[in-house]
């Protein structure tokens, strides 16, 4: 698991929050990932594999399947969080919120260890392609790992109270803990 994965999905179990996951790998090959991901303590309430809906990404049926399932709605009300800019794209399709994890995704394509052993300007160097590529996608907002991802609900609660909607504003991207807006 990605460090800080099974924490942030117990803390927003806790909260009341439901949690689905889409990929576009097969059921078959879902099977024994899904199985080492609840040993590890993450386990989805549903699961919607390539292939259970008619189009995968960046259609957003795989999305609507998965918040059908889980009785999530409005669309409004619901994010979408991806390692991919296919997956923000079938996010912005669906209506949701968007969420891009930049650093720990095949964008960047490092494990965490090589990934944190990177000066700091070298990160931000190896994550400004899949930050370009989320912004071009309409993404909300950019964070680096998913132990970030409580800081971007928060906010989009926040950005809900104000009345707004998902796509309406310039993406914003996480830095040392605040947000700044992508250009």
């Known amino acids: 698991m990605i460090p800080g ?6 803390t927003l179990l806790a909260q009341g929050i439901k949690i689905g996951s889409t990929t576009g790998y097969t059921q078959t090959m879902m099977v024994p990932i899904l199985k080492a991901a609840a040993d590890q303590g993450y386990d989805p309430a549903v ?4 292939g259970m809906t008619p189009q995968g990404r960046p259609a957003p049926l795989m999305l609507w399947r998965a918040m ?10 619901c994010v979408a969080v991806d390692d991919a800019p296919v997956g923000i794209s079938a996010g912005v399709h669906a209506g949701l919120w968007t969420v891009g994890i930049a650093a720990s995704g095949n964008g960047v394509g490092l494990c965490a260890a090589d990934f944190h052993a990177l000066a700091e ?3 931000q160097r190896s994550m400004a392609p899949v930050v370009a590529e989320f912004a071009a996608a309409g993404v909300d907002f950019i964070i680096d790992t998913v132990a970030d991802l409580p800081r971007a609900l928060g906010t989009v609660e926040e ?15 996480l830095i040392q803990g605040g947000w700044a807006s992508v250009a």
């Open 121 to 123: 300007a070298e990160k």
């Open 68 to 77: 059908a399932e889980l009785g999530a709605w409005p669309a409004r009300s």
């Open 47 to 50: 699961t919607i594999c390539a």
């Open 5 to 10: 994965a099974v924490d942030v999905f117990q």
């Open 159 to 173: 950005d809900l109270a104000k009345g707004a909607s998902p796509g309406g504003q310039q993406p914003r991207v």
